[in-house]
Structure formats: structure tokens, C-alpha cells
């Protein structure tokens, strides 16, 4: 990345020999970022990162086929950037069918099978879910979309946000059975601010960014030659380690759950169990709020997310947790904890001290596990 | 040379410019008139626009986060009164021992984000002391000021911990 910032700082696009480098290193990186999905090179544009990528695949998809039908189903537990373009979508006359999902999180097969219609383009549900990790069947969903090709139901296509999936599990685009494939950069060590979008050879997509010629007119706009050649490294790296890292993160991750629930009470463990991605964990807390909690973790040096409608920056609570059928007091209750690469056995058992120690705190000062005296 | 325009000058000029500008902003401490024809959709949307932007908490702020003071309650209390603020859910409960019209002790409890925790504290501290008459005229102002500021969208917290204080006031 160093390099591609000051020697090799030509632009891709460009036909002397500067250009031809800087190309020859989008190319690499492509091929990088390709093999750790399955995928060939020519089937994947560089996109600005996660959101942009939900963005052109949706819209860029819906926008081609819009006279074959106007229908789309997808789930609960979508990213903010995917419920966001599909409300769009929705405005313009678009009919979205959202699917609930089970306790544990998992979208089922049979709804899916049942929201189908003649006029269904497009069928979007995510490989894993960022806040819980629970992984849908979306190679079931890919298999279904086949059966309905086959019955004559041609228009029908399958994207799948990876973002949170992608360098964790193994994937191939082929197994899944996808048209359109999204994956961010950050979440693989990469950059924030460069991501990729796969397309599979022979759907067309209309680019949301136009006036240009890169990414085969697909998405224009001069490469991020650097963000692009860092992604094609942590791609590769991503390959290369990710059974070893799967294997730890998970080690980690069951370490660090099994300490919560014995020294924590009135707990509840958010999405499946089993099928779930190896490196996150998603926990309420009864009787505290979660902005509280995290601001309380912060000065440990502990950072942690959370679905409390404070934090936020919305007026809900976090609707991942509310599709598991949970209430508003739980939702706002929630952490997530990842774990990386980087963290230690030292780290989790930190971790726990402060988080026992906070939610100790916090809970002395709520009202909810108080019932209200009365006044004499 | 042409003469000079200075009818911008003219105190009827300012006065008229005066009366435009009122007139597109709206009386003081009132929304502009384009701003009160928002619909619900787009007030709605210029909240969640603010709520985007990261919380300054300040050193007072963070003192009262990790050292909360006069926490808890009170076994025989002269009064007790929760409130919730019913769209975020955050619930502020105080007790008082008030005898000769003084505030004599405070405590509280808390659930929701950090300023509706902080501002309990610092509340209590506020009133302990105090005539209840003194006390019942506090305002989420001068809360949000001894609190160390607080930024617009969690002005509620300081707002909760005020009606809890007047509902306990109210009832003696």
C-alpha cells in the first residue's frame, strides 16, 4: 500500500507506463480478492465499501430488470445500508417483502419459498448478520432460486451481503448459488473505505456511478489504487489463515461466553448457537441500558458495540435483537463483542473482570431490579 | 463620477431589511417559518441527522459517569417518584428526606444512557440542601449547565431528571 502511494502512483486508467503499473496492481488485487470467493477476476468492481457495494447491487440490479417485475423479498436482520436502499426502492413503487426470522435468528426456507411471486426480482438476504452473526441459508436460497429458473421463473436473481462473513468462513460464490455478492475491506484488516461487489458473469447490473469507463462501466471513478492493492493483500492473508484464525477467534470467543454466564446473572445469549460466525458474541444484560455499559468499558480500554437506541443515534432499539422476538428492555440491553485476530486469552479474561465490575455498577443504579417503594 | 447609492443607509432601509430577516427566522427563540413547516417526516429526519454526530462528554461529565453520587434509596423517604421518558425508555427514580421545607437527603436510581445516569447524580447534589421551594424551581437548563453541557438530543435526560424532582415536589 506504502508503495502504491509514492512510487507507484499512476493512475489505472491511464495508457503510459505509470498507468500500466498501477493496473497491473488493481489486477492483482483482484485476483486476490476473487480467489477468496470463488469468483473470477472480471466478475468483481471495487466499490467504496460495504454500503456502496448493498447499493449498486440492489439498485444497479433492480434498475435493469425493473420491467420484469417489481417485487424483492428480503429479511429482519438486514444492514442498516441494505433497509436503507430498499425504503428507497419501496418509494418508488416497489413492493419489498421483509421476512421474520426465528428465535435463534435464522431466516427459514419456507417463508422464503412462500413470499415468492411472478413478479419477484430479486431475493436479498445476508450471509451473516453483523450484530448477531447468525449465518443464513443462503446456499438453500440459492438452490430454490434454481428450482424456479427451471420451472421457467427466469428473472430472479440472489444477492447476499458477505461484509461480515467474508475472510471469516469460507465462501464460493458458486456453493452459494449468488449473483451478487458484497464484501467491505475493513472487516478483513484491510482499509476502511474500500470494499467490492461481486457480480456473476452475465447478470447485468446498471452502475450507479456513471460518466466513466473503470470497472468495465460498471462503477466510474478513478481506482483507490492504494485502499484497492491493501484489499488484495488482506484478502490474501485472509485466505491463507482464515481455519487457523476461525479455529482461535472461536476459542476465544467460547472462552469469553462461558466466563459471562458464571460470573454474570440475568443474561441472555442473542442468535443461534451453532450457526453463527466464530468471532462475535451478542449479549443482553437485563436491568442496564447498553450505551451505559460501553461508556463504562471505554476508559477500560474495552470497546464494544451496541444496539441501544441512544447510541445509535435513532429513536429504536436495535431491530436485529427485536426480530429475535426479544423485548424493547433486552434490545437496549445488548452488546456485541468481537474478536480478532490480534486478541489473547489475556484479553478476554480482562475483559470480563471490567465487564463484571461494570454491570455490578451499573445494575446497583438501576430501578428496574428494584421494585418502587411506597410512600408511607 | 455617478453619485453613490445610499439609500441602503437610510434608517427606513435597515428597518425594512430588520422585518424581512424577522419575518424568514421567525420571532426569537422560534423556528424559522420554513423550518415550523416540516412535516413530522422531516423533523424526524433532522433528528436522527443530529443524533449521527459523536457526544462530547466532558471531565465533570465522565467524574459523575464512573463516580456516581448519592446512589441507591431511601427506607423511610418522604417522598419517592419515577419517571420514564416513554420514546427512549430511560426511567429516573428519586427518593427525598425533606423536613422543615430542606431537602435533607437525595438518592436515585437510573436506567439509560450516560447523561440521564449523570444527570441523576448531579441533581442530587444540586437539591441536597436546599428549600424545596428553591428546589422546585431548578430547570433542565441549569442542569444541563452544572452537568457540563449536554449536546441537543440528550437534553431529555436532563428534562427526566427535572420532572422527577417536580413529581416528588408536587406530591408533598
Known sequence: MSRSLTANFGNPSSVHSFGQQARAAVDRARREVAALIGARQNELIFVSGGTEANNLAIRGLCEAVQDHGQHIITSTIEHPSVRGVLETLEKRGWEVSRLPVSEKGIVKIED????????TVLISVMLANNEIGT???????????????????????????????????????DELGCDLLSLSGHKLYAPKGIGALYVRRGVRIF?????????????????NVPAIVALGE???????????????????????????????????????????????????FRYIEGEGLLINLDPQGVAVSTGSACSSGTLEPSPVIRALGHNDELARGSIRFSFGKDNTEEDVDYAVEVLVAAVVRLRELSPLNKTLAQVR | MPRRNDAHKTSDARLRRTQQFSQRCGRRGEPPPHIRR????????????????PLPYTATFKDHLTNPRNVG????????????????????????????????????????????????????????????????????AELIEAVGGLPGRKHHAASLAIEALRACLSSI
Open chain 1, 112 to 119: 422464503v419459498r412462500s413470499a415468492l411471486r411472478p413478479d
Open chain 1, 135 to 173: 449465518i443464513q441459508p443462503i446456499t438453500e436460497i440459492g438452490n430454490l432460486i434454481r428450482e424456479q429458473r427451471q420451472e421457467g421463473h427466469k428473472n430472479l436473481w440472489l444477492h447476499t451481503d458477505a461484509v461480515q462473513a467474508a475472510g471469516r468462513i469460507q465462501l464460493n460464490v
Open chain 1, 207 to 223: 452502475g450507479q456511478n456513471v460518466g466513466g469507463h473503470q470497472e468495465r462501466e460498471r462503477r466510474a471513478g478513478t481506482e
Open chain 1, 234 to 284: 488482506a484478502a490474501r492473508i485472509a485466505r491463507e489463515e482464515i481455519e487457523q484464525r476461525s479455529i482461535e477467534v472461536r476459542r476465544l470467543r467460547d472462552r469469553f461466553e462461558a466466563e459471562v454466564t458464571r460470573r454474570i446473572n440475568d443474561v441472555v445469549m442473542n442468535g443461534d448457537r451453532d450457526l453463527r460466525l466464530p468471532h462475535l458474541s451478542n449479549i443482553s
Open chain 2, 38 to 53: 416540516q412535516s413530522r417526516f422531516e423533523a424526524v429526519k433532522t433528528l436522527k441527522r443530529r443524533a449521527s454526530t
Open chain 2, 73 to 140: 434509596e431511601l427506607p423511610n423517604p418522604t417522598v419517592v417518584a419515577e419517571e420514564t421518558n416513554p420514546v427512549c425508555g430511560d426511567r429516573l427514580r428519586l427518593s427525598l428526606i425533606i423536613k422543615n421545607n430542606q431537602i435533607e437527603v437525595a438518592k436515585y436510581l437510573a436506567y439509560g444512557c450516560p447523561p440521564t445516569l449523570v444527570s441523576g447524580s448531579v441533581l442530587t447534589e444540586m437539591i441536597i440542601g436546599r428549600s424545596a421551594s428553591e428546589a422546585a424551581n431548578l430547570t433542565s
